[in-house]
């Protein structure tokens, strides 16, 4: 059964209020800097959960800003694990950069485990330069690998990075919002990588060429027929509801978006 979640990284403009003029890194700093005291973390993550629940949300993808290995320590995790079971959220997956060396990769699979998640959902640039060594540390964790398509412009340059696999540990998170930028179908992409589907980032983006995000329905993405298809390939992973908007709160749109995925899943 798919169970659907929360991207985190929806809340990327929440430190900055919603005024992200500069890029995705600002919301990115904001956020570590955001969470990374020990002394406010729980309260913190407290408030994100408790929003997060009230929309109807049962499980959420954490977001790397939220409980960095660069910064957090064991207390943060301790924490962590105390504030998702005391709200009933579950963790699909982790979400964004695991860093580019072993020992970075490492500790993203070590918090991982902590969570209780199988899926790691973005990228690292330790494939590039030691696939065997995230192999290695993947199938020693029991995780996978999605890799997230965010530069790909078809499915086919993503199975040139995925490659044999290594026995499904690497596969694709695939980003409905970023196929719909590229101006390819992400109903047909989904199909194309259904044997290396790990996870489903479900979003929809305004037009081609660019990567504003909208609630489902409002943009250029066959987001009612990515799911239809999820259903016909058999498809029984995580999927979440992704919607990043720089300059307003995105709470309203998740909760239409979350009413009409449901409808479609039954």
């Not at 485990?113 to 020693?140: I, K, M, P, S, W």
Request: contains cysteine.
């Amino acid at each position: 059964m798919i169970t659907v979640s929360f991207m985190t990284a929806n809340y990327v403009a929440r430190p900055v209020g919603y005024r992200m003029t500069e890029g995705w890194m600002q919301g990115d700093n904001a956020t570590n800097d955001f969470f990374r005291p020990l002394d406010t973390y729980a309260e913190r993550l407290g408030l994100y959960c408790s929003d997060i629940r009230a929309m109807g949300f049962t499980a959420l993808d954490i977001w790397m800003p939220l409980l960095n290995p660069v910064w957090a320590t064991p207390d943060h995790v301790r924490i962590a694990r105390e504030v998702l079971a005391r709200y009933g959220l579950s963790v699909n997956s982790l979400a964004g950069w695991f860093g580019a060396t072993a020992v970075e990769f490492d500790a993203c699979c070590k918090l991982a485990v902590a969570l209780n998640c199988q899926v790691l959902g973005g990228g690292t640039g330790l494939l590039e330069h030691d696939r065997a060594q995230v192999v290695h540390l993947l199938r020693d964790y029991g995780l996978r690998l999605g890799l997230e398509n965010h530069p790909e412009k078809t499915p086919a340059e993503m199975l040139a990075k995925i490659g044999d696999g290594a026995g499904g540990v690497i596969g694709t998170a695939v980003d409905t919002g970023w196929y719909g930028t590229q101006g390819y179908d992400a109903a047909d992409a989904l199909r194309e990588l259904a044997p290396h589907l790990i996870h489903v980032h479900l979003k929809d983006v305004r037009a081609p060429g660019g990567h504003e995000t909208c609630r489902y329905g409002a943009g250029c993405v066959p987001v009612q027929r990515c799911v239809e298809t999820l259903r016909q390939i058999g498809y029984d992973g995580p999927l979440c509801v992704e919607h990043e908007p720089e300059l307003f709160d995105p709470t309203e749109d998740c909760i239409a978006s979350l009413a009409l995925l449901k409808g479609w899943l039954t």
